[in-house]
C-alpha cells in the first residue's frame, strides 16, 4: 500500500490535467521548425501569459547512457510518470554484453544450443541503425561475433530500415560498412548473409495493434521469403529508392535470393533473436513467432518450430516474449500506484498511437491498471493512413472527451496524450507538420475555457522534441542542410531540445510559486502533480517544480 502525507498549508486542487503534446520541442526559429512556423494563438497566448520552464528530455536526464542520445516517448513517459530516471533499454543492453552476462544467460545458451544440435540458422531480426531508440547495430555486431566465437555455423540477418531515428536516406550507410564486417567473418565454417529487409513503416514493426497487415508483410518476408528478390541489400535498397522515391523508413520489402531461391527463409530446427530493446514495436513480432494454434491475428501459412528470443522482455505483465536475453529496468513506486493506492481517481486518453505511453509506459511499462475502481482509460482508435495525409489525426476526438471528463467533476487527475507532433513529424514533411500543430493549437484553444470553468490546473509539456526540427543541420555552420534541388534535407528522427512545461492555473494565482530557476528533466513532473493534488512528493521522486505558499 503507497500512501502519500497530505500538505499542511495546501488543500489541492481537482482536477489536476496534464497535457502531452508529444513530439514538441523548443528549438530557435528556423525555416525548419514547424513549432514556430506553423500559427498557434492558443500556445503563444498560455506562453506568454503563464508561468513555464525548460525540461531536459534526452540523455541521461532519462535513463540513456549520454547526452548525445536523443529521446523518444518510451523512456519519456517512464520518466514524466514514475518521478525518477531508471537506467534504459539501450544502457542495460550493452553493459550485459561488456560484462558478458548476456552470453552467460539461460536464454542466449538456448538459441545457441539449439542450432548446434540441429544444423540450423541463428537469425536475428531488428531495426538496423545505430539510433539508439530501438535497437543499435553495435548490439547486433557484438552478438553475431559471439556466436561464431562460440561456434554457431549460420547465420542470417534480416534487416529492418529505419530513416527516422537516424537519416531518412542513411541506409547504405549501414548497409555497405556492415557486408564489409559480414565479409571479414565469413569463412567455410560460418555462413553467414543478410536475407531480407524492409523499411520499419511498411513491415513487421506496427505497435499497439494499430496495422497487424504490417507485421504479416514482415512475416512473408523473413519466414516465408516471399516477396521481390534481389542479389544484395544494396541492390534492393538503391533499385527501391529510384523506383518510388521512398525513404528508408518506407522502403519496400525484399529478399536476397541466389538463383531464384530465398538465402535465409526460418525453418524448423531455428532459432530467432528479435534484437530491437524497445518494446512497443517488438510485441506483436513477437506474439506472431510465440502464438499458439489460437493466433488470428493474420494467416501465417508455415509456423516453424524454432527457439525465439527478444531482446527485452516487451511486456512484463503478459510476459511478451516468453524468453529474453536482458531483464528489463524494474521501474518502482510510480505515479499511478501512490494514486491509485490513495484513491484518487484518473482518467488516461489517446489515440492508438500513443495510448500505450500514458498507460504501460507511464505506469513503468505495466499493461494492467492498479485499480479497476480508481483509474479509467480510454484509446480512440488510430486512422490506417499516412500520418501526412491527416495530420490532425484523433486530436478533436481526444479533446471532445477531455471536455466531457473535465466538465464531469469525476477525476481528480486526467492524463492525455496528442500524438500529432511526433507521428507527422516523423513523416519528414514540414507542410503537414505545420497542419499537425495547428490542429493541436485548436485544441488547446477549446480546452482553455473548460479548464476555467472547472477551476482545475493545466499543465501542458512533452516528452521530447521532433516537430521543432524538421531538417538536418550542419554541426559546423548551423546551416540548414538542403537536397541537389534546393529543398530541404528532411529530418524524420526525436531532437535533443528541451519541452517546455507549462501552468495554466487561473484560478490559483499565489497558492503556490513555480521554480523558474531549476535544473528539470520530465521526472521532476510527477512530485509537481501530486503536490497541486495537496500531497508531499515521495522521498525517492526527483523534486517538485513548485513551491506551495
Not at 571479414?184 to 499497439?208: E, P, V, W
Not at 511486456?315 to 500506484?337: A, F
Not at 477551476?455 to 555552420?477: P, R, S
Request: hydrophobic share 40%.
Amino acid at each position: 500500500m503507497k500512501t502519500l502525507k497530505p500538505l499542511e498549508k495546501f488543500a489541492g486542487i481537482r482536477p489536476v490535467v496534464t497535457i502531452v503534446m508529444d513530439g514538441v520541442g523548443i528549438a530557435p526559429e528556423s525555416e525548419a521548425n514547424a513549432v514556430k512556423l506553423a500559427r498557434t494563438p492558443n500556445l503563444d497566448r498560455l506562453m506568454n501569459s503563464c508561468p513555464w520552464v525548460k525540461l531536459k528530455a534526452h540523455g541521461t536526464a532519462v535513463g540513456l547512457p549520454t547526452d548525445d542520445d536523443m529521446g523518444n516517448s518510451e523512456v519519456g513517459h517512464n520518466a514524466l510518470g514514475s518521478g525518477q530516471v531508471f537506467a534504459q533499454g539501450a544502457k542495460l543492453v550493452s553493459a550485459s554484453i561488456e560484462s558478458g552476462k548476456m552470453y552467460a544467460s539461460a536464454a542466449w545458451k538456448q538459441l545457441t544450443e539449439n542450432v548446434k544440435q540441429t544444423g540450423g540458422a541463428l537469425h536475428f531480426l531488428g531495426l538496423f541503425s545505430d539510433g539508439n531508440v530501438h535497437s543499435h547495430i553495435d548490439h547486433l555486431t557484438a552478438m553475431i561475433r559471439e556466436a561464431k566465437a562460440e561456434g554457431v555455423k549460420k547465420v542470417r540477418v534480416h534487416i529492418l530500415l529505419d530513416g527516422r531515428d537516424v537519416g531518412e536516406t542513411s541506409a547504405l550507410e549501414y548497409i555497405d560498412p556492415f557486408e564489409d564486417f559480414l565479409a571479414g567473418l565469413r569463412d567455410a565454417d560460418f555462413d553467414i548473409r543478410i536475407a531480407s529487409g524492409g523499411g520499419r513503416m511498411k513491415i513487421t514493426m506496427d505497435r499497439y495493434e494499430a496495422n497487424w497487415g504490417m507485421v504479416d508483410l514482415g512475416w512473408k518476408t523473413h519466414v516465408l521469403g516471399e516477396g521481390r528478390q534481389f542479389a544484395s541489400a544494396h541492390e534492393a535498397v538503391e533499385t527501391l529508392r529510384a523506383e518510388t522515391g521512398a525513404i528508408d523508413q518506407d522502403l519496400a520489402p525484399f529478399v536476397i535470393a541466389e538463383d531464384g531461391k530465398p538465402v535465409g527463409t526460418i525453418e524448423d530446427g531455428d532459432s530467432v533473436i528479435f534484437y530491437n530493446f524497445r518494446g512497443d514495436r517488438a510485441i506483436e513480432i513477437s506474439r506472431a513467432f510465440e502464438g499458439g494454434a489460437d493466433f488470428d491475428k493474420f494467416d501465417r501459412v508455415r509456423v516453424p518450430k524454432i527457439v525465439y528470443s527478444g531482446m527485452l522482455e516487451y511486456d512484463g505483465d503478459t510476459h511478451i516474449p516468453s524468453r529474453y536475453l536482458v531483464s528489463p529496468p524494474e521501474i518502482t513506486n510510480t505515479m499511478g500506484e501512490y494514486l491509485a493506492d490513495m484513491k484518487i481517481r484518473q482518467f488516461a486518453i489517446s489515440e492508438t498511437q500513443k495510448y500505450g505511453h500514458v498507460t504501460y509506459f507511464w505506469n513503468g511499462n505495466r499493461s494492467g491498471k492498479f485499480s479497476e475502481e480508481y483509474e479509467t482509460y480510454e484509446e480512440i482508435p488510430s486512422d490506417i493512413v499516412p500520418f501526412e495525409q491527416r495530420p490532425w489525426m484523433k486530436c478533436a476526438e481526444i479533446t471532445d472527451r477531455l471536455i466531457e471528463v473535465i466538465g464531469s467533476g469525476e477525476y481528480d487527475y486526467i492524463r492525455a496524450n496528442f500524438p500529432n507532433g511526433d507521428m507527422v513529424g516523423h513523416t519528414g514533411s514540414l507542410e503537414a507538420t505545420i497542419c499537425a500543430m495547428e490542429a493541436l493549437d485548436l485544441q488547446i484553444g477549446r480546452l482553455i475555457p473548460v479548464i476555467e470553468k472547472a477551476g482545475a490546473v493545466c499543465l501542458i509539456t512533452a516528452d521530447h522534441g521532433n516537430a521543432d526540427e524538421m531538417a538536418e543541420f550542419d554541426k559546423k555552420t548551423g546551416a540548414v542542410k538542403r537536397n541537389k534541388d534546393g529543398s530541404l534535407k528532411a529530418k524524420t528522427s526525436h531532437t535533443l531540445n528541451p519541452v517546455p512545461f507549462i501552468f495554466f492555473d487561473p484560478a490559483h494565482a499565489g497558492s503556490y510559486t513555480v521554480k523558474k530557476d531549476g535544473k528539470f528533466g520530465l521526472s521532476n513532473m510527477a512530485a509537481t502533480v501530486v503536490n497541486l493534488l495537496g500531497y508531499e512528493a515521495p522521498a525517492m521522486w526527483d523534486e517538485s517544480m513548485i513551491e506551495i505558499g
